[in-house]
C-alpha cells in the first residue's frame, strides 16, 4: 500500500528549516461549491477553505511569504470568470483574519507583481491555477513548462492540498520536482487517518458508498472486500447493483458498463463473509429535481421500481436498517450522499445515515466534497464526527491501494 507506512515526520515544514522572508508556495484545496451568477458568486460552504487556513497561518507567522495556489471546478484550460478565485481569496481573509493579495492571473504580470509585493508574513492567492491548460496537461513537457513559470515565484513547496494529491498535475505534482517540498499539515492528517482506516482497522469495520460517481467509486468496492466487514450501499451506485440483482430500475442512475462487476462483488462478498446491504425501499420522483418543478417524492419496494420513475433516496426502511447496520461499528468510512441531499424531499435518506455516524463509538470518517457538504448543510456539528476529509477521490484512490502521485513525490529520496 503506497504511503502507509509514514507519517509526516520527516516530510513536514519543519524538514524546509527557517522560512522566515522566503516564498513558500502552498498547493491548498479551495475548491468550494459557489452558487449565484458569474459576476456574483457566493460560497455554499466554506469547509475547504477553513481546513486549508492553518497550514498558511502557521507559515506566515514563521515570516514566509505565502502565495497560494488552487483550482476551482472544471474551467477549460482558460480564463473563465465562472470560476475564479476572487470570492475564495475575500473568504480566506477572513477566516485568516490576515489580509489576502489576489492576483488575477497564475503566472503571468499580476503573479509576478503581487508576489514581489508581499511582505514578510504576507499571503497571497493566484488565480484559479486551471486557466492555464499546462496544469491539467496528459503531456509532460507542457506540464513541466508551467510548473517552471509557478516554481519562480517561490523558493520552496508545501503541499496542503488533500483534495487534489491523486493528480499528476503542475502545481501538485511538477512543482514539487522544482523546489525543496514538504507536506502540509492538513495532508500530513489525511494520510494518516486513512492508514488508520487501512492498518488494522478496528472492527466492526463498517463501509458507506453512495453519491453520483458510481464508475469512480466501484474500484474501491473490490480492495474493501478484503477489508470490511459490512458494505452499505445507497446513491446513485444503488441502481446498478439493484439491476445486477435482476431488478428494473426505471429512469434511475445506471452504469450499463458495469454490471458484470457488480455481479462479481456480490459473489465476493459472499464467498469472503463480507455483508454487503442495498436499500430495500427507494424514494422514486418521476423527474429529477429542478427549480421549477415540485417534488413529488414517493415511497417505493426496491425490487418494483417504475418503468417511468427514478430513485432519488434510499427509502425509510432502507435508512434504518442502514443505521442499525451501523450501530456497533468500531470503524466507518462513508463517502457519497445516500440521496440527492440538496432537495429536503430526498435527504433523510443521507440524514439518517449521518446520524448514525456521529453516535459511532470509535473511528468515524467522511470522505467526500459532496458528502462533507452534506453533514455541514444538514446541520450536523462537524465535532460529531471522528473526522471529515476534504477529498473524495484521493481517499478513495488511497482506499483502493493507488498510488498519490502528489504524495510520492514528496517521499522519493
Ligand atoms: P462525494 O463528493 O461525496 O464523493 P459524489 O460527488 O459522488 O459524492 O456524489 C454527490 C452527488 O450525488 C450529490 O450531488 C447528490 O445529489 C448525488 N446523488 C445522490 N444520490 C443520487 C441518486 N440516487 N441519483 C442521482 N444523483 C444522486
Ligand atoms: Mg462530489
Known amino acids: 500500500m503506497p504511503g502507509t507506512g509514514h507519517t509526516a515526520g520527516s516530510l513536514g515544514v519543519d524538514s524546509l528549516g527557517d522560512l522566515a522572508g522566503k516564498r513558500v508556495l502552498v498547493r491548498s484545496d479551495l475548491n468550494v461549491p459557489l452558487d449565484g451568477p458569474a459576476d456574483d458568486r457566493a460560497i455554499t460552504d466554506d469547509g475547504r477553505i477553513r481546513a486549508s487556513a492553518p497550514t498558511i497561518d502557521q507559515l506566515a507567522k514563521t515570516g514566509a511569504r505565502v502565495v497560494v495556489m488552487a483550482h476551482l471546478g472544471r474551467p477549460d484550460g482558460a480564463p473563465d470568470p465562472a470560476y475564479s478565485l476572487a470570492p475564495v481569496a475575500e473568504r480566506l481573509a477572513e477566516v485568516l483574519g490576515r489580509p489576502v493579495a489576489f ?61 487534489a494529491v491523486h493528480r499528476k498535475q503542475a502545481s501538485v505534482y511538477d512543482v514539487a520536482l522544482r523546489l525543496p517540498s514538504a507536506m502540509g499539515g492538513l495532508v500530513a492528517t489525511e494520510i494518516e487517518v486513512l492508514r488508520r482506516l487501512t492498518v488494522e482497522p478496528e472492527r466492526p469495520y463498517v463501509v458507506v458508498l453512495g453519491g453520483s460517481k458510481v464508475s469512480d467509486k466501484l474500484g474501491v468496492i473490490d480492495n474493501l472486500l478484503d477489508k470490511a466487514d459490512k458494505l452499505l450501499i445507497g446513491g446513485g451506485m444503488v441502481f ?74 434510499i427509502g425509510p426502511a432502507s435508512a434504518d436498517a442502514f443505521a442499525a ?17 440538496e432537495v429536503g424531499a430526498f435527504a433523510d435518506g443521507t440524514r439518517v445515515v449521518a446520524e448514525a455516524l456521529t453516535r459511532i463509538d470509535g473511528l468515524s470518517v467522511v470522505g467526500g466534497g459532496d ?17 471529515i476529509s476534504t477529498g473524495g477521490g484521493a481517499s478513495l484512490e488511497y482506499l483502493e491501494g493507488k498510488e498519490l502521485p502528489g504524495i510520492s513525490v514528496l517521499e522519493r529520496p
Open 103 to 163: 492576483a488575477s492571473d497564475t503566472v503571468g504580470e499580476s503573479a509576478t507583481a503581487t508576489v514581489a509585493g508581499l511582505a514578510d508574513g504576507g499571503v497571497a492567492l493566484l488565480e484559479n491555477v486551471r486557466f492555464n491548460s499546462g496544469e491539467t496537461s496528459k503531456d509532460d513537457s507542457v506540464r513541466g513548462s508551467f510548473a517552471d513559470q509557478l516554481a519562480q515565484l517561490g523558493d520552496a513547496f508545501v503541499s496542503d492540498g488533500f483534495g
Open 240 to 313: 446498478t447493483f439493484l439491476k445486477a440483482q435482476g431488478h428494473e430500475v426505471g429512469q434511475s442512475l445506471l452504469e450499463d458498463d458495469h454490471l458484470d462487476t457488480c455481479r462479481s462483488y456480490l459473489e465476493r462478498a459472499t464467498e469472503k463473509g463480507v455483508e454487503i446491504v442495498l436499500p430495500t425501499d427507494i424514494v422514486v420522483d418521476t423527474a429529477f429535481p429542478s427549480d421549477d418543478r415540485e417534488p413529488e417524492p414517493r415511497v417505493v419496494a426496491a425490487d418494483a421500481i417504475p418503468a417511468d420513475a427514478l430513485g432519488l433516496d
Open 325 to 341: 447496520a451501523l450501530s456497533d461499528a468500531r470503524t466507518v468510512f462513508w463517502n457519497g450522499p445516500m440521496g440527492v441531499f
Open 371 to 387: 458528502s462533507a457538504a452534506a453533514v455541514r448543510t444538514l446541520g450536523f456539528d462537524e465535532s460529531a464526527f471522528g473526522h
